[in-house]
């Protein structure tokens, strides 16, 4: 690597970074990670930081789990690529494949689609749900169904389900036939409902009234995420899921589970479906599948569409679909092991032990701040909604974000902003100390306006 003058001088310019503007990157280069060790990550100027966005959403094991490291150099020995298009497979895909079905067996999934990450994930379902109205002699149903305030990904597809504007609007048109409902959102929505078992009620409506308008026989699926992640952490009611459910089944319309995040524990279950019983009809998993060590996805699919898949006797059943990267054996090699550690060290309880704690910091945060709207959290899911008027919601700027981000850093721990809101991921190996300290870094950089 060349030497961190080089990396200083030249940050910023040659990448366009994601979510980002080009201009503003350059102006402000972002900070350098050069070093990571269980949860902490060191800058290029010798900070030491705890990670409280756990990489993005992803290194649920921290940066120093050994067996996954050791799993990618094995396999790198043995086998570093081979394709898993017709034809082929490899031992690590085959076993993984078994393990994922095995580990969301509750929630009805029996088989495995890998992808390279969350927003292939995602575009595999959505595609794979209209081939599976085709099998079926029903090809008018091609639309598809989300909430507002949902994210899905960046491919095209999964930028049409997107509920956010900042997802969409300068890549507009996208992708016809998508129809969005509100989210149960009890700090904003149409409604001025802060019930939560209400409001989800109230949504549950507004879905039944857009599949009468745009008629069930048209539409395709209804992906959500059961806890919104990049949207604002935004926790439905626990009778929410069940009720989308159950409209679903009497429209036959499919119900895609997007667990990019919420997969293998960050919500104190093991997935976000099983917090409310709901078996969905497709999963997307991705993120922690290897805690961010190596870019791997997947897709997940339920028996119902499985079968008429593979009963298939026609065209229509072949996936004329996929990546170069599916089922990559050292990304496959990277998941079990990271499955395993995930099982061992019991991560959903960790996450659910300390997201309690964190949920307690974070409304004494509140309390004791004029700033801070609203708090929202589900196990180590988190975020900080900051207003400059609590009476009318007005959201604070993005110079004032800035602020209490910058702060936070100089006080040992890096957060993450998006809007007016302040996520936090943590890695799932926390301590209540390092909960503690997040909750001392939020202090200081609130404080700070």
């Not at 960046?154 to 300068?170: L, M, P, Q």
């Not at 993120?287 to 028996?303: H, M, R």
């Not at 910091?361 to 959290?377: S, T």
Request: glycine letters at 10%; hydrophobic letters at 40%; aromatic letters at 8%.
């Amino acid at each position: 690597m060349r030497d961190i003058n080089f990396l200083t001088e030249t940050n910023a310019k040659p990448i366009w970074h994601p979510m980002a503007h080009p201009a503003e990157m350059r102006a402000n280069p972002p900070k350098v990670i050069m070093k990571g060790v269980g949860v902490m990550v060191t800058d290029i100027a010798g900070n030491t930081v705890l990670d409280a966005v756990g990489g993005l959403w992803n290194v649920n094991l921290g940066y120093s789990c050994a067996p996954i490291k050791k799993a990618i150099a094995d396999q790198l020995g043995a086998l570093p690529y081979y394709s898993g298009f017709r034809g082929t497979s490899t031992g690590p895909s085959i076993e993984l494949a078994y393990e994922l079905c095995e580990w969301f067996e509750p929630e009805g999934m029996v088989r495995t689609f890998f992808t390279s990450g969350g927003s292939d994930s995602v575009e595999t379902a959505l595609r794979l749900a209209r081939q599976y109205w085709k099998i079926r002699g029903q090809a008018d149903r091609t639309k598809f169904l989300a909430l507002k305030k949902g994210y899905h990904g960046t491919h095209f597809g999964g930028a049409s389900v997107n509920g956010n504007a900042n997802f969409r609007r300068n890549y507009e048109p996208l992708l016809p036939g998508v129809f969005h409902i509100p989210a149960p959102w009890t700090f904003r929505n149409p409604f001025d409902e802060t019930d939560p078992e209400r409001l989800a009620r109230l949504c549950a409506k507004a879905l039944e009234d857009e599949i009468a308008f745009q008629g069930g026989d048209t539409i395709a699926a209804f992906i959500m995420e059961p806890v919104l992640g990049a949207g604002g952490v935004i926790v439905p009611h626990e009778s929410f899921m069940p009720l989308v459910r159950e409209i679903c089944d009497r429209h036959e319309i499919l119900l895609i589970a997007d667990e990019v995040v919420t997969g293998f524990g960050r919500t104190g279950a093991w997935s976000g479906s099983r917090l409310s019983g709901v078996k969905p009809d497709f999963m997307t998993i991705a993120k922690a599948i290897t805690s961010g060590y190596f870019p791997l996805g997947a897709t997940l699919i339920g028996g119902k569409v499985a079968d008429v898949f593979e009963a298939d006797k026609t065209s229509f059943g072949a996936i004329g679909h996929g990546y170069t990267y599916s089922g990559h054996p050292v990304g496959c090699a990277a998941g079990l092991a990271a499955l395993a550690e995930t099982k061992r060290l019991r991560l959903n309880e960790n996450a659910g032990a300390r997201g309690v704690e964190l949920a307690a910091v974070l409304e004494g945060l509140k309390a004791r701040h004029a700033i801070v709207g609203d708090v929202r959290y589900k196990g180590l899911m988190a975020a900080l909604e900051l207003v400059s008027d609590r009476t009318t919601k007005k959201p604070a700027d993005k110079k004032t974000l800035a602020v209490v981000s910058e702060a936070a850093y100089e006080a040992g721990v890096m957060l993450r902003v998006s809007g007016n809101t302040v996520i936090l991921s943590p890695p799932l190996i926390i301590s209540a100390a390092d909960v503690t300290k997040i909750g001392e870094a939020l202090d200081a950089g609130l404080s700070k306006v």
